[in-house]
């Protein structure tokens, strides 16, 4: 009876063990780490790696929540699982990592608390659950240049533009597409600064939704962003039109300078009417609607208007030929006036020839003896010149003439031609202005 006894009391003990081994889940290790892993700056993307052990296998790939952190843009790259193959003690341990991409938009501390991360191992799809350790990181405070609004860091940035079409020929009611593409290398798409399209006056604006998307490498690494931004311009009046370029700042998050990627502005030319026309004439068109539709477009209007610029040459031939005479006369008269023939004279002021600076004045004097001016250098010296005059003119002659050695400057005697010139032209005004009857009362 007591041998009984114990036999049952040892099995009982060994289906209890059993029992508690089978029920004891199997270990998991988990780890946390920010690559990379020293201060972040503000605006700058990180990686948040989870790395999940076990000695056993998994059936499915862990399950990892979307995390909300205030401060900081979080989310689960879409990274294929990378594999993982360590020694615990001996033991070989197999796991997978996962990627959270951060961007903290704020200066301080970002606390990412502790979550709970759940697996399923072994052949028996065991559920496990597993708790992480909270992350702290440290974020530096980012100093924006003058009109920057927006921080964006990367390794690289690229932005391009597609006009559509492309083959010119606009007409008004065309429609005109441009498509800006933004990529950047370690930047999230949601980081990257939307595009904004400046209205143009005779264009209206259609803009359409931006489509992002995290470009991945070919072993599914996290490689950066890209945007696309896309307008139509609906085209009102005819006309030059031009779209302003495109720029975004951003800073090199290898240098830590600022640097800037510029699409050029885009220039384009509408005309009247529409190029498209029906590849087969409509039974209900006739001559007069395609006569109209042809008078309407480019060439018809060009010839319109040389018709009625010709019409009118015809009509005013007349008058256009006694314009033509008198504007003829005027630019003679211009060409050939005592004010041409004084501009002659200032432009000898570095004249060094006496021969030629005599043969220049003597042209201006008799230009101005035709309006009443004395017919001689010596006779404008005498009624409007002066001692300046005398000297210079006697020098010039003396040189001309070998006659002494007075000394003549170009610049000293143009000076004084244009001083008796100033008063000759003020007493043809004062001339001019008198009064042609005495005052009626004199003595009141």
Not at 30 to 48: K, W
Not at 80 to 93: D, Q, R
Not at 144 to 155: D, H, K, N, R, W
Not at 353 to 379: F, L, Q
Request: glycine content about 6%; charged content about 20%.
């Amino acid at each position: 009876m007591k041998a009984w006894l114990a036999c049952c009391l040892c099995w009982v003990a060994i289906v209890a063990h059993a029992d508690q081994a089978a029920t004891r889940p199997p270990p998991v290790q988990v780890r946390v780490h920010a690559e990379p892993s020293n201060t972040l700056m503000q605006g700058e993307t990180a990686r948040i790696a989870v790395d999940v052990l076990t000695p056993d296998f998994f059936t499915d790939a862990p399950v990892l929540p979307e995390l909300h952190v205030d401060g900081a843009y979080l989310s689960l790259s879409d990274e294929t699982p990378g594999h993982l193959v360590e020694t615990v003690n001996g033991e070989t341990w197999s796991g997978v990592s996962r990627t959270y991409l951060i961007t903290p938009l704020m200066s301080g501390d970002v606390e990412i608390p502790s979550f709970q991360i759940t697996a399923h191992l072994g052949a028996e799809r065991t559920p496990v659950n597993v708790q992480t350790q909270p992350l702290s990181l440290k974020v530096r405070a980012l100093i924006l240049p003058a009109g920057v609004t927006e921080a964006l860091i990367a390794s690289s940035v690229k932005i391009t533009q597609t006009i559509t079409p492309q083959d010119g020929g606009l007409h008004v009611g065309d429609t005109v597409t441009r498509r800006i593409e933004i990529t950047a290398d370690g930047a999230p798409a949601m980081m990257l600064p939307p595009t904004v399209f400046a209205p143009v006056d005779g264009l209206t604006l259609y803009a359409a939704s931006p489509v992002t998307r995290d470009a991945v490498d070919n072993h599914g690494g996290f490689v950066g962003g890209d945007r696309v931004d896309t307008a139509s311009y609906v085209i009102e009046h005819r006309g030059h039109y031009s779209l302003p370029p495109v720029t975004v700042r951003w800073m090199d998050s290898r240098t830590r300078q600022w640097r800037e990627s510029t699409v050029a502005e885009v220039r384009f030319h509408a005309w009247w009417g529409s190029p498209d026309k029906p590849r087969f004439a409509l039974p209900q068109r006739g001559f007069m609607p395609r006569m109209v539709g042809w008078l309407s477009s480019d060439a018809g209007l060009a010839v319109l208007l040389l018709i009625v610029l010709a019409w009118l040459a015809w009509r005013f031939r007349d008058m256009g030929e006694r314009w033509w005479h008198r504007w003829q006369a005027w630019r003679y008269r211009r060409r050939h006036s005592e004010a041409a023939a004084f501009r002659a004279v200032r432009r000898q002021r570095h004249e060094t020839s006496a021969a030629t600076m005599a043969a220049t004045v003597d042209a201006w004097i008799r230009r101005a003896a035709d309006d009443g001016a004395p017919a001689s250098v010596s006779a404008w010296a005498s009624r409007y010149g002066d001692a300046a005059l005398h000297g210079q003119w006697s020098g010039l002659q003396d040189a001309l003439y070998g006659q002494g050695a007075s000394a003549w400057s170009a610049s000293s005697l143009i000076d004084a031609l244009a001083s008796a010139r100033e008063r000759w032209k003020h007493s043809r005004r004062r001339w001019r202005h008198r009064a042609a009857l005495p005052p009626l009362n004199p003595f009141s």
